[in-house]
């Protein structure tokens, strides 16, 4: 028989933040290398002995099982590489069908979605926008702000993550600021 789960509700503090979490992850420079346009920029960077945090994450996870939520905060922080703003790594949900609703608390965003055949769809994601992400679509969120953007994300807790295409292929357009402008540009790799 399924194990009963009782319903629960966390609090998030001033900074967004779940005030009770399983797990924080931390993304650097590091762990983004092979995913930035400028490889050779991130490299000068590390090889300074810099190695900028990009994005921190707070995991309420739940049990993997079907019709049960698991949530998280980011911070996903302001900057660049070269002209590429920072972003998370972006994954597809492994299994299908799983979709996912991403809820903008500060900062401004943009939400990347790519479908199967490298479609690509940009979401508004600033403060006070909700972005509902369909099943089947690899998404990213990017800063394209001056400021942290914090945005909580809502999943199925049996979604699981499946990062290897992006570290392979890329999303086929990048996100730029150019002479003060945001913009999508087809990614050069
Ligand atoms: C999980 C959800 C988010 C991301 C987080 C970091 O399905 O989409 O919680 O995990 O924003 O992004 P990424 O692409 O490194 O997992
Ligand atoms: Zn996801």
Known sequence: MRRKIKPFCIELNENWMPRRYNKKLQIKLSDLRKLFCRRDLVEEILSS??????????????????????????????????????????????????????????????????????????????????????????????NIGDEKMVFLSIYPSDAGHDYEIIEREGFSKIVVGRKGKVALVDNPK
């Open 49 to 142: 002995g810099e190695d900028p945090v990009i994005y921190e994450v707070y995991q309420i996870s739940q049990s993997p099982s079907e019709g049960v939520f698991s949530a998280a905060t980011t911070v996903l922080y302001p900057g660049k590489i070269g002209d590429e703003y920072y972003f998370t790594k972006g994954h597809f949900h492994l299994k299908e069908p799983r979709g996912e609703v991403y809820i903008g608390l500060a900062g401004r965003g943009l939400l990347l979605l790519q479908d199967r055949n490298r479609k690509i769809d940009k979401l508004s994601l600033n403060k006070g926008e909700v972005a509902f992400i369909p099943p089947n679509y690899a998404h990213r969120a990017v």
